[in-house]
């Protein structure tokens, strides 16, 4: 059961588990068991660094962004902008097509 909403609403985490249960035929309780080991899984993951690639679907990557110069908005003062790691997704080709 996909829920409808307008583009702007977002999807809750008890949404996102009803539909898995949905789709996989588990128990609300188990497919929040199943999202919250694969979320768990992909943050543990991605702490060590690691490539996490699904064929189709996507890849998530950490990557390195450079320290830089910023400026305060409130004052116009220069600050240092420290260095820091991102996890970033790119889509999978079959995804992009089915999307578009």
């Known amino acids: 059961m996909y829920i409808k ?7 809750t985490k008890a949404e996102f588990i009803t539909l898995v249960a949905d789709k996989s035929g588990l128990s609300k309780k188990d497919a929040g068991v199943a999202v919250d ?3 768990d899984s992909l943050t543990e993951l ?5 490539k996490i690639t699904f064929p189709g679907f996507g890849t998530f990557e950490v ?6 110069k ?3 908005p409130q004052t116009g003062e220069e600050i240092d902008i ?4 991102s996890l970033h997704y790119k889509q999978g080709s079959h995804l992009k097509e089915l999307i578009n």
């Open 46 to 50: 991605a702490k060590n660094g690691d």
């Open 5 to 11: 909403r307008k583009e702007t609403e977002k999807m």
């Open 82 to 85: 420290a260095p820091s790691k």
């Open 63 to 68: 990557k390195e962004r450079a320290g830089r």
């Open 37 to 39: 080991a694969f979320t």
């Open 70 to 72: 910023g400026r305060n």
